[in-house]
């Protein structure tokens, strides 16, 4: 049976691009979906909500052939708070794409508790497959704390994953004091860094 990985990120570059690189050797097939917002046109072409238009860059350089990477796009009001609801549009649309290619994913990846870690949840309840979340930083220290809705979210996506990754021991502790979540699934892993680039070197050296 083939082992397939499907990752969800909100972006495609440095330390996803990086690990996905590594992962594709342990998988016959890798499929990269990148959650991004799409703004109606009409709110783009008004003055106000101009600085909303944004370009997002994909690392596709030196990609092994067994690596596919995608936009997942969901609707979004400038005026409007971000909902399950459309974020279950970009996991429809994952799921759809995915079963196109008459697939079966072993795990699912997920990069940031939101908004990737929303559809990784929404997905994993429609084609059945557990999934994994790796927390970055102000998925946990900002997000919720911002208000309830924030708080209980991701509180739900971090409880019904199969596996909880931050990527610093200040990270686990506060998945449990923030959201109170339960660290027997957590499990700190710091990024790592490539060593053919990054290497020690004398203090004094380094300082000149």
Request: charged share 20%.
């Amino acid at each position: 049976m083939s082992r397939s990985l499907i990752v969800i990120s909100n972006h495609f570059l440095t330390f996803v691009h990086d690990q996905v690189l590594e992962l594709s050797a342990s998988f016959d097939k890798v499929y990269v979906y990148v959650v991004v917002p799409r703004i109606p046109r009409a709110f783009l072409k008004m003055q106000r909500f101009s600085s909303l238009k944004q370009r997002y860059n994909l690392e596709l350089v030196n990609l092994p052939s067994n690596v596919h990477v995608k936009f997942a796009y969901y609707w979004k009001l400038p005026s409007n708070k971000l909902t399950l609801g459309s974020l279950e549009k970009a996991a429809n649309s994952i799921s759809n794409d995915f079963s196109n290619h008459a697939n079966t994913s072993s795990v699912i990846h997920a990069h940031f508790a939101w908004p990737s870690g929303c559809v990784a949840m929404k997905l994993s309840e429609k084609i059945g497959v557990p999934y994994v979340t790796t927390v970055h930083g102000y998925d946990i220290y900002d997000m919720p704390l911002r208000n309830k809705f924030y708080k209980e979210t991701i509180a739900r996506v971090l409880s019904r994953s199969s596996h909880i990754i931050p990527v610093s021991e200040r990270l686990k502790d506060l998945i449990s004091h923030n959201l109170g979540v339960d660290l027997k699934n957590v499990t700190a892993i710091p990024n790592g860094f490539d060593q053919n680039i990054f290497h020690r070197i004398d203090k004094r050296k380094a300082r000149d």
